[in-house]
């Protein structure tokens, strides 16, 4: 399928700095992070095709997110860049490190994997048949893989809720072909073919993508370091900002 003009924001100036986002982010969930990082890169933002501000109707390869990142690229005028993605955006980041390694300054990995097994395959699964068949609610069964039980309030839960009940129904079905997506991942056995410095990011808690297939992903590609933050959940972008930028930011360099 041939690349697509994905919807993008730029913060900041400097060296460019693509955050990638999870699945059921936009390019608003970075923030937090971009008030920070914005002070020292171009933050390069983007909705993967499917997303909610590129509305593209599926069914989606991964492939086509790395080309329509190497497109963003391109439109943009940037030969080399750092990137950072987390959960889904983690994964599209190794991808495009495989396949474009001569424009990836730096790697950031967030609590992400790079195979699934079968606890991660089933919730994946309940994500996607809930967006077909019962997408009011779909936030509420989200809500306790995605979050720490300390971090998760009535009045965030309700936000989450007010936020989805805006959106289309054409992304409850893009979502499900997301999550398509993402069950055809199996890259662990050709990570050792990343060579540019590698910052993986687990969370403790991370009931969704638990820490275990973050030290797969460091052990495989060589010379790449863990960090695991403390106290917080899958959605670790959102939970702990300020702990994300700060390993990312003396880290791309």
């Avoid at 900041?12 to 890169?41: C, H, V």
Wanted: proline share 8%; charged share 25%; aromatic share 8%.
């Amino acid at each position: 399928m041939a690349p697509v003009d994905v919807f993008h924001e730029i913060r900041g100036d400097g060296e460019p700095l693509f955050l990638l986002n999870g699945i059921m982010m936009t390019t608003a969930s970075w923030a937090q992070e971009t008030r920070r990082l914005a002070k020292s890169y171009r933050c390069v933002l983007h909705d993967f095709r499917g997303q909610l501000r590129t509305p593209v109707p599926g069914p989606y390869a991964l492939r086509d997110h790395v080309d329509d990142l190497a497109a963003l690229f391109d439109r943009l005028g940037i030969d080399r860049a750092h990137l950072a993605g987390t959960s889904y955006g983690g994964e599209v980041a190794m991808l495009f490190a495989l396949a474009h390694p001569e424009r990836v300054r730096t790697l950031t990995v967030i609590a992400s994997v790079s195979h699934s097994e079968a606890p991660l395959r089933a919730s994946v699964t309940r994500w996607r048949d809930t967006a077909l068949h019962a997408p009011d609610a779909l936030y509420d069964l989200t809500l306790p893989d995605n979050f720490s039980p300390d971090f998760v309030t009535p009045v965030l839960a309700q936000q989450g809720r007010d936020r989805l009940s805006t959106y289309p129904p054409e992304f409850f079905r893009a979502f499900a072909d997301l999550c398509d997506a993402f069950l055809t991942l199996d890259i662990t056995d050709e990570l050792h073919a990343i060579r540019c410095p590698t910052l993986v990011i687990a969370a403790e808690r991370d009931a969704l993508k638990p820490v275990h297939y973050s030290e797969i992903i460091a052990s495989r590609i060589p010379n790449a370091r863990l960090a695991i933050v403390p106290n917080a959940g899958h959605a670790v972008v959102i939970e702990r900002p300020d702990a994300i930028s700060a390993l990312i930011e003396p880290f791309a360099r």
